[in-house]
């Protein structure tokens, strides 16, 4: 690139330290690498991090918003609402089971759904409504709230736990969010269920690997509620290898026929590590993120905010809209950034672009707000590998292409 000397800027790698491999070596030399006292440690050092009772740690958020529906009692007949501007794990989950998905178009300029059209959506089918945490911000979950307690009375209990509740259930995706603060609460106490992803590319990863947790004042039985996940996780089976692993401890039950997605001591040994170094890993963001909100917010760049006087978000992503254009010259500008050694992405293609969706009957022209945010969104590297010769770089680059392309 003219003026600058190029640079390889990978868009959101992993940050592995020496101490997270060391972990994982002593995890693989104590014998035991699969679920055990490590990932029992990290499910106790994640709640204490959010301020809840109970975390349980799965493969991946997708598992962890899966098994939440099924724990639900959630299935055929019923509805699950979410957004349309989502990544299609939110959505799928539905989908595996058995209940109809319901979409609804994100606010004109926004990225969270339009809460005026959520009432609409809401029938007496529905139990559960799944916010979009995206790229690190906490939904407006006063206003969810609101709408779910004026629809109190469509709502049809199909079970002990729904009865408990007495309403829909919301359950936050927050695959992108953890750390996140709204009010003086952390991410996880705002939801009624709230699931974490620790995929490589999430702030504090674990390699692949979620999380879930629930809201300390709902009246749930915590430990019967860990207990189904756990049955849920491993095959239905009443004892996990850590407990079989005693003296004489062999006998178990299988009394469900479930799934296959617990988390291993390999995964929860990174996590361990990343979990302690995660406030400094925040506070990186964060200082990336100030340098480049003052960089394009004068020039008129639309910017995701993500910090105010009541609430922080975990600087997951740096999402751009670009004003005037659309999706040509936004590829444009990606390919354009791409020769420059810096890797972009868009996030999130609407659900309903998708063949996937459009063979559920799915049609992005009923979803005109969220296709407006799509065209014209890029998302900038933000990572805590970055030096701030990277990001200054990244800033000069940026610039240089939109003169060019536009």
Same mark, same amino acid.
């Given at each position: 690139?003219?003026?600058?000397?190029?640079?390889?800027?990978?868009?959101?790698?992993?940050?592995?330290?020496?101490?997270?491999?060391?972990?994982?070596?002593?995890?693989?030399?104590?014998?035991?690498? !699969?679920?055990?006292?490590?990932?029992?440690?990290? +499910?106790?050092?994640? #709640?204490?991090? =959010?301020? &809840?009772?109970? *975390?349980?740690?799965?493969?991946?958020?997708?598992?962890?918003?899966?098994?939440?529906?099924?724990?639900?009692?959630?299935?055929?007949?019923?509805?699950?609402?979410?957004?349309?501007? !989502?990544?299609?794990?939110?959505?799928?989950?539905? +989908?595996?089971?058995? #209940?109809?998905? =319901?979409? &609804?178009?994100? *606010?004109?300029?926004?990225?969270?759904?339009?809460?005026?059209?959520?009432?609409?959506?809401?029938?007496?089918?529905?139990?559960?409504?799944?916010?979009?945490?995206?790229?690190?911000?906490?939904?407006?979950?006063?206003?969810?709230?609101?709408?779910?307690?004026?629809?109190?009375?469509?709502?049809?209990?199909?079970?002990?736990?729904?009865?408990?509740?007495?309403?829909?259930?919301?359950?936050?995706?927050?695959?992108?969010?953890?750390?996140?603060?709204?009010?003086?609460?952390?991410?996880?106490?705002?939801?009624?269920?709230?699931?974490?992803?620790?995929?490589?590319?999430?702030?504090?990863?674990?390699?692949?690997?979620?999380?879930?947790?629930?809201?300390?004042?709902?009246?749930?039985?915590?430990?019967?509620?860990?207990?189904?996940?756990?049955?849920?996780?491993?095959?239905?089976?009443?004892?996990?290898?850590?407990?079989?692993?005693?003296?004489?401890?062999?006998?178990?039950?299988?009394?469900?026929?479930?799934?296959?997605?617990?988390?291993?001591?390999?995964?929860?040994?990174?996590?361990?590590?990343?979990?302690?170094?995660?406030?400094?890993?925040?506070?990186?963001?964060?200082?990336?993120?100030?340098?480049?909100?003052?960089?394009?917010?004068?020039?008129?760049?639309?910017?995701?905010?993500?910090?105010?006087?009541?609430?922080?978000?975990?600087?997951?992503?740096?999402?751009?809209?670009?004003?005037?254009?659309?999706?040509?010259?936004?590829?444009?500008?990606?390919?354009?950034?791409?020769?420059?050694?810096?890797?972009?992405?868009?996030?999130?293609?609407?659900?309903?672009?998708?063949?996937?969706?459009?063979?559920?009957?799915?049609?992005?022209?009923?979803?005109?707000?969220?296709?407006?945010?799509?065209?014209?969104?890029?998302?900038?590297?933000?990572?805590?590998?970055?030096?701030?010769?990277?990001?200054?770089?990244?800033?000069?680059?940026?610039?240089?292409?939109?003169?060019?392309?536009?």
């Amino acid at each position: 690139m003219i003026g600058t000397k190029a640079r390889s800027i990978p868009f959101s790698p992993p940050d592995i330290t020496a101490l997270e491999i060391e972990e994982v070596i002593k995890a693989m030399e104590s014998g035991w690498i !699969t679920t055990g006292p490590r990932t029992k440690e990290f +499910e106790r050092k994640i #709640a204490d991090y =959010v301020g &809840v009772n109970k *975390a349980v740690c799965l493969n991946s958020a997708t598992a962890a918003m899966e098994l939440t529906l099924r724990i639900l009692g959630v299935g055929p007949g019923d509805e699950v609402i979410t957004s349309a501007y !989502t990544y299609t794990a939110t959505a799928s989950v539905i +989908e595996h089971v058995g #209940a109809k998905i =319901v979409l &609804v178009d994100t *606010a004109p300029d926004s990225f969270e759904m339009d809460y005026t059209k959520l009432p609409d959506a809401i029938t007496e089918r529905t139990k559960v409504i799944i916010p979009v945490d995206l790229g690190g911000k906490i939904c407006n979950y006063d206003t969810i709230y609101e709408i779910v307690e004026g629809k109190n009375e469509l709502f049809k209990a199909n079970n002990e736990i729904q009865k408990l509740f007495n309403r829909i259930i919301v359950m936050a995706d927050a695959a992108h969010a953890f750390g996140a603060e709204i009010n003086g609460l952390k991410c996880g106490q705002v939801a009624d269920f709230t699931c974490f992803s620790f995929h490589a590319v999430k702030n504090l990863t674990t390699a692949e690997g979620g999380a879930v947790v629930w809201g300390s004042g709902l009246g749930l039985d915590d430990e019967w509620l860990y207990n189904q996940f756990m049955l849920y996780s491993l095959h239905g089976q009443s004892k996990d290898a850590l407990a079989k692993s005693q003296k004489g401890a062999w006998e178990y039950d299988i009394v469900y026929p479930a799934y296959k997605c617990n988390m291993t001591d390999i995964m929860a040994g990174i996590g361990l590590i990343q979990i302690n170094r995660y406030e400094n890993l925040l506070k990186r963001r964060k200082e990336i993120i100030e340098i480049y909100d003052n960089a394009f917010l004068p020039l008129g760049i639309q910017t995701l905010k993500h910090y105010g006087d009541d609430f922080a978000s975990s600087g997951h992503l740096y999402l751009t809209r670009i004003p005037g254009i659309g999706e040509p010259e936004r590829n444009e500008i990606i390919i354009k950034m791409a020769e420059a050694g810096i890797a972009c992405n868009v996030h999130y293609k609407p659900l309903p672009m998708f063949t996937a969706y459009k063979n559920l009957g799915f049609d992005i022209k009923n979803f005109p707000n969220a296709f407006d945010v799509y065209k014209n969104e890029l998302t900038l590297p933000l990572h805590t590998l970055l030096s701030d010769e990277d990001v200054e770089y990244v800033c000069t680059s940026f610039k240089m292409v939109m003169k060019k392309v536009l």
